[in-house]
């Protein structure tokens, strides 16, 4: 699922990525939205003959409310996070307004959990990286496919709008999220962003890999309106 770079007068819409990996250790999920993203996610599963048990591991990059939103679906898989992201927590819990502190507290206590450290593989042919900057414990992962080095980036770089000015907006450390979106556009070939489509580098450009629109429906009398990018 998709993420879209829009927010409201009301704050954030919360749309935000969701991969899902085929691995050697089977069905893995990085990221799981929001809440309001369970009927969607849910079909995208059933579409590709997945069941919530099939998934063996979710990995989250940080642990903001449209990023977790999902976890506590999966009953099977063990919840990859990383240190540095409870360390920031537990110091700025109360100062980041996208921190939903029962659905947080709530998940660092399951038994699921599991913290690393470091930059490890956590699946086969998958490296995690350090891209502090928009929280103080985010990361991104890393997958080589062929000759290309794909980075799925989520809120490191949010959309291609932070690719091109190199400004991580919002972020909790400025500085460091500019460095992680410098070393996220060195290494990649494609990147994969939180809040926008699939973006493919080419000689320094930022190329959309495909048209992003998302569909509003309202519910008072079924009108559809398409938001396109």
């Known amino acids: 699922m998709s993420g879209f770079p829009a927010r409201s007068a009301r704050g954030f819409l919360g749309w935000s ?8 250790r089977g069905y893995a999920l990085f990221d799981t939205g929001g809440s309001g993203d ?38 099977k898989a063990q919840i990859v996070l990383h240190q540095s992201e409870v ?14 502190r029962y ?13 690393v450290s470091g930059e490890p593989d956590v699946l086969p042919g998958i490296r995690m990286i350090s891209t502090p900057g928009h929280t103080g ?27 091109e000015t190199g400004i991580p907006l919002g972020a909790f450390d400025q500085e460091a999220g500019r460095e992680s979106i410098r070393r996220i556009v060195d290494m990649a070939d494609i990147i994969v962003p939180g809040h926008d489509g699939t973006l493919i580098m080419e000689d320094g450009r930022v190329l959309a890999a495909s048209p992003l629109a998302a569909e509003v429906i309202l519910t008072l009398d079924g009108r559809r309106i398409t938001l396109e990018v």
Request: charged content about 25%; glycine content about 8%; proline content about 5%.
């Open 103 to 115: 659905q947080v507290e709530g998940l660092l206590r399951s038994p699921q959990l599991t913290l």
């Open 87 to 100: 360390d920031y927590v537990r110091e700025h819990m109360d100062d980041d307004p996208a921190l939903s």
């Open 17 to 24: 990525t969701i991969v899902l990996l085929q691995t050697r």
């Open 38 to 75: 369970r009927p969607g996610l849910m079909a995208k599963l059933t579409e590709r003959g997945i069941d919530p048990k099939d998934i063996r591991t979710v990995i989250l990059s940080h642990l903001h409310f449209d990023h977790i939103g999902n976890s506590e679906y999966f009953p």
């Open 137 to 163: 414990g985010h990361v991104s992962l890393v997958i080589t496919v062929g000759d290309k080095c794909i980075v799925l980036a989520q809120d490191a770089i949010k959309h291609r709008g932070e690719i």
